[in-house]
C-alpha cells in the first residue's frame, strides 16, 4: 500500500501539511486551534484541495481533440493522481513539481512542469500554480485550485451562519452546469448586496460557477463567530463554489479555465478559457487564504 510522504511547513501563526500525492493540502492549522481545511471525510467527499491541471471540470464526452488526434482526460485532469517531487523546502516554504513523462504524453501531448509553491506568511497561506512549456510548441492548459475549508469553524455555530461577503457589491452571476458541462442557463444567486448566505441548496444543482468578477476577494464568516477566512484570487478569471450535498465543507475554487460548454466540438485550441503558453515560457498565479 503506498504511503505519501506529508511534509510541514510552519510559522509562529499557522502549520500547513501537504501530500506529495497531487501536492495537495492536508491541514491548515492555526494557533487559535482551528484547522481551517475540510478533513476528507469519505462519506462525504474524500478530498481536501486538489490539484486541477491540465483541464478544469468536464470535458464533453471526458476527451478533447489536439491537431486532429482523440485523447481522454477525466474531470479536472490528471495532476490530483500523481506523486510529485519536493523540489526544495524551508521551514515555511516548500515547492513541489510534476514534470510530463510518458503517461501523461499519453493523454496529454505536451512537455511540461508543473511546480506548486506553498508559502506562509504570518496568518496567510500562499499557493502558486507554476507551469513551464519545456515543448518546442505551444501549449494549451487550464489550471485551478479547489480547497474545502471545514464550516462551522466554531461551535454553538451551523453551516447556514454562515456568509460570502465579495470585496465590491456587484450581481453574482451563476452559470449553471449540466451533466458537469457549462450550459446556456444563467441565473442571479440569491445575493444582497455584496453578501452570499451560505445553505446546502445552493449546491444541490452542483458548483455554483461565476465569470470575469469583479471582486478579487471574498471573506467566509458567520455574524456571531470570531473566526473566518479572507480569500484572495487576482488574475483567476472564473471562480466556483461546491459543496457535496449536506456536507460541512464549502470549497472556494479559483480557476483559469473551466468545463466544455454543452455542444463544445471538442478542439482544446478553441475551448473558451484556454491558457497558450509558448515554448520555453512560463506562466504562474496566486490564491491566497488568510485565517483570522
Known amino acids: 500500500m503506498f504511503n505519501p510522504i506529508m511534509v510541514t511547513i510552519r510559522n509562529k501563526f499557522l502549520t500547513a501539511v501537504i501530500s506529495e500525492a497531487g501536492a495537495e493540502l492536508q491541514q491548515l492549522r492555526h494557533v487559535n486551534g482551528i484547522d481551517y481545511m475540510w478533513n476528507a471525510d469519505p462519506n462525504h467527499w474524500a478530498k481536501h484541495s486538489p490539484v486541477l491541471f491540465p483541464v478544469v471540470g468536464s470535458?464533453?464526452?471526458?476527451?478533447?481533440?489536439?491537431?486532429?488526434?482523440?485523447?481522454?482526460?477525466?474531470?479536472?485532469?490528471?495532476?490530483?493522481?500523481?506523486?510529485?517531487?519536493?523540489?526544495?523546502?524551508?521551514?515555511?516554504?516548500?515547492?513541489?513539481?510534476?514534470?510530463?513523462?510518458?503517461?501523461?504524453?499519453?493523454?496529454?501531448?505536451?512537455?511540461?512542469?508543473?511546480?506548486?509553491?506553498?508559502?506562509?506568511?504570518?496568518?496567510?497561506?500562499?499557493?502558486?500554480?507554476?507551469?513551464?512549456?519545456?515543448?518546442?510548441?505551444?501549449?494549451?492548459?487550464?489550471?485551478?485550485?479547489?480547497?474545502?475549508?471545514?464550516?462551522?469553524?466554531?461551535?454553538?455555530?451551523?453551516?447556514?451562519?454562515y456568509h460570502f461577503e465579495f470585496e465590491q457589491d456587484e450581481p453574482l452571476m451563476r452559470y449553471k452546469l449540466q451533466d458537469g458541462l457549462i450550459s446556456e442557463k444563467t441565473e442571479l444567486l440569491p445575493s444582497t448586496g455584496s453578501r452570499l448566505v451560505l445553505h446546502p441548496s445552493l449546491f444541490y444543482e452542483d458548483a455554483i460557477v461565476m465569470k470575469h468578477l469583479k471582486s478579487e476577494k471574498v471573506t467566509l464568516k458567520a455574524d456571531q463567530g470570531k473566526h473566518g477566512l479572507h480569500f484572495h484570487y487576482a488574475g483567476f478569471l472564473y471562480l466556483g463554489i461546491w459543496a457535496a450535498k449536506d456536507a460541512p465543507f464549502v470549497c472556494i475554487e479559483p480557476w483559469c479555465g473551466h468545463a466544455d460548454k454543452v455542444g463544445h466540438d471538442q478542439q482544446l485550441e478553441i475551448k473558451e478559457g484556454i491558457e497558450k503558453l509558448a515554448p520555453g515560457a512560463s506562466w504562474q498565479r496566486t490564491w491566497t487564504v488568510e485565517c483570522f
Open 59 to 161: 470535458l464533453v464526452n471526458n476527451s478533447y481533440s489536439y491537431k486532429g488526434l482523440p485523447y481522454n482526460l477525466p474531470r479536472h485532469g490528471f495532476a490530483r493522481d500523481h506523486v510529485f517531487e519536493v523540489l526544495s523546502q524551508a521551514e515555511d516554504t516548500v515547492v513541489f513539481a510534476l514534470s510530463s513523462n510518458e503517461k501523461t504524453k499519453a493523454v496529454y501531448p505536451f512537455d511540461f512542469e508543473l511546480r506548486l509553491l506553498y508559502e506562509l506568511r504570518e496568518s496567510s497561506l500562499h499557493c502558486t500554480y507554476h507551469v513551464i512549456n519545456k515543448g518546442a510548441e505551444e501549449m494549451l492548459f487550464s489550471v485551478g485550485g479547489h480547497p474545502a475549508f471545514a464550516l462551522p469553524l466554531e461551535d454553538g455555530l451551523k453551516y447556514e451562519d
